[in-house]
């Protein structure tokens, strides 16, 4: 009856070591994390091989669009151009979305500042986002 007893105990102690191996493994895969207009000034941390995006409202319409303006692309790589998608409304002039991919590339930190501007006017941007990126 006894060795029946630790047979069971050992299958048992098998499946949750199993279990913990099968977890650990699955919090090393590479994340995405999106942010939007709240996270503005936060400080997030990514690991190695995570993804970043970043959704900003906004309407082309009018000649305004979000850009990058500064980034340490040794630490956080943009992926791509901006990406926009325009709101399901279907009224015309309504706005959408511009999306922003990155790529941690390698540990360090930098800020990440985007600005709502358009490109040809020589005045203060009408918004800004920013955050801090810390790649481990």
């Known amino acids: 009856m006894r060795s ?13 070591v ?10 090393s895969r590479p994340a995405t994390v999106t942010l939007g207009a709240q996270d503005d000034g936060r400080t997030i941390t990514l690991g190695g091989d995570d993804t970043l995006i970043i959704e900003l409202e906004g309407n ?3 000649g305004f669009s979000w850009e990058v303006e500064a980034v ?5 790589a ?3 151009d ?14 959408g979305v511009f999306s922003f991919t990155f790529k941690a590339a ?3 930190e930098t800020a ?6 358009r490109s040809w006017e020589n005045v203060a941007p009408a918004d800004a986002f920013g955050v801090t990126v810390v790649v481990n």
Do not use: F, I
């Open 4 to 16: 029946k007893n630790w047979l069971v105990l050992g299958g048992l102690l098998t499946m949750l």
């Open 18 to 27: 199993l279990q913990l191996m099968a977890t650990s493994c699955s919090q």
């Open 60 to 62: 082309p319409t009018t």
């Open 72 to 76: 340490d692309d040794a630490v956080l």
């Open 78 to 80: 943009p992926q791509g």
């Open 82 to 95: 901006a990406g926009y998608t325009a709101s399901e409304t279907g009224l015309v002039g309504s706005g």
């Open 106 to 108: 390698s540990r360090g």
């Open 112 to 117: 990440l500042q985007l600005v709502y501007h």
